[in-house]
Nanobody
Framework: QVQLVESGGGLVQAGGSLRLSCAASGTIFSINTMGWFRQGPGKQRELVAVINSGGSTNYADSVKGRFSISRDNAKNTVSLQMNSLKSEDTAVYYC??????????WGQGTQVTISS
C-alpha cells in the first residue's frame, strides 16, 4: 500500500521560510511527476509546483521566484523550499505523486500558516 507522508508545515511570520518534505512508502512503479498542491480557506485546490522524473519543473505564477521544488528519485522523496512567504500562501499543502501508469497518490496534507 502506497503512503505519502508529509512534514514541515507550521506557523511562520510573513517573509519567513519553510521547507516541506514528502516521502513515499510502499511500491510505486514508474513515478512520473511529484509535486505539491495547496488549498487555501474557501478556495479550490491548486497546483503549486511539480517536477518530473527528468528534473523539469513547473510552478504556479504566484510562487515563481520564491518556491523551489526538488526530488530524490532514489528515495522517492520530494521537497518544497518556500521563501519570502506571504499571508496568501496560507493553506493546506498536499503532496502528489503520479505514475506513468495513471495512478495518482495524495498525502494527507500539512497546514502552512503565515502570520502578518
Amino acid at each position: 500500500q502506497v503512503q505519502l507522508v508529509e512534514s514541515g508545515g507550521g506557523l511562520v511570520q510573513a517573509g519567513g521560510s519553510l521547507r516541506l518534505s514528502c516521502a513515499a512508502s510502499g511500491t510505486i512503479f514508474s513515478i512520473n511527476t511529484m509535486g505539491w498542491f495547496r488549498q487555501g480557506p474557501g478556495k479550490q485546490r491548486e497546483l503549486v509546483a511539480v517536477i518530473n522524473s527528468g528534473g523539469s519543473t513547473n510552478y504556479a505564477d504566484s510562487v515563481k521566484g520564491r518556491f523551489s521544488i526538488s526530488r530524490d528519485n532514489a528515495k522517492n522523496t520530494v521537497s518544497l523550499q518556500m521563501n519570502s512567504l506571504k499571508s496568501e500562501d496560507t493553506a493546506v499543502y498536499y503532496c502528489n505523486v503520479q505514475s506513468n501508469f495513471g495512478f495518482v497518490y495524495w498525502g494527507q496534507g500539512t497546514q502552512v500558516t503565515i502570520s502578518s
